[in-house]
């Protein structure tokens, strides 16, 4: 049963340090998305990649935020140095995008708690 | 301005119900996406259903089906037979083509969300 691997599923880390969290798309997959999601704001857009390419990072804030895919099999967010405003869960996606409409299967979430 | 608009902050509904859950959306693209997803507590989000904008007839996935109404931009998820699993948040998305200079560059534009309870 082909899933969206995401760790951790849970981090507390103090603020400035450094917080890296891991995607495994499932395997075929062209597009992966990286989403936060906080009661406040929702469901939040990071960033995300089409063939390992970054499309689109409006959504991150650069200068904490960097999301990179150094192979098909692994999507990475950082934050340096993390904020206690930082604390949400993060979800990543993916999906194979030909054309036309296609769902986005998500990971479980990293539910991430900056103290 | 809200791209996808979900009114119902909450809804509640008694087991084996059905039950209707709105969504609006907002776009100039002829051509586009619909989407509902679901978050139950354990924090996943599950795909649900999908409606192509030039779909013939609403999508239907067992107990869910998508009232599609074009010409008032509206996507209301309809559950029937409503289950105690099926108490989640749940979400509207859309995705819009984007014109000829888009390509495959296009994103999930999500509502707020609608939080479900189904009593027994």
Redesign the interface.
């Known amino acids: 049963d082909a899933r969206v691997t995401q760790t951790p599923r849970h981090k507390v880390t103090e603020m400035g340090q450094e917080v890296t969290m891991r995607c495994q798309p499932i395997l075929g997959h062209n597009t992966v998305f990286w989403y936060r999601q906080t009661m406040m704001q929702g469901l939040e857009l990071l960033a995300y990649f089409r063939n390992r390419a970054p499309l689109d990072d409006s959504g991150m804030p650069k200068d904490r935020f960097s999301a990179e895919m150094p192979d098909a099999t692994l999507a990475t967010l950082k934050i340096q140095p993390s904020e206690p405003r930082d604390s949400a869960v993060y979800f990543c996606a993916s999906g194979l995008v030909q054309g036309g409409g296609t769902e986005a299967f998500f990971g479980q979430g990293t539910r991430l708690t900056v103290v | 301005a809200q791209k996808i608009t979900q009114t119902q902050p909450g809804m509640f509904v008694q087991e084996k119900e059905a039950v209707t859950l709105d969504c609006t959306y907002d776009t100039s693209d002829p051509s586009y ?3 509902w ?1 679901k978050q139950p507590s ?6 649900l259903i ?3 904008s030039y779909d013939q007839q609403n999508a239907t996935e067992g107990r869910y089906s998508l009232n599609f109404q074009k010409a008032r931009k509206s996507a209301n998820l309809v559950i029937s037979a409503s289950q105690l699993g099926d108490s989640a948040m749940y ?1 509207c998305a859309m ?1 819009e083509a984007g014109g000829l200079n888009a390509g ?5 534009i ?4 609608t939080s479900l309870a189904v009593n027994p």
Do not use: A, D, P
């Open positions: 996406g619909l989407f997803y354990s924090g996943e989000m599950i795909f999908y409606q192509g979400f995705r495959n560059n296009r994103k999930l999500w509502g707020l969300g």
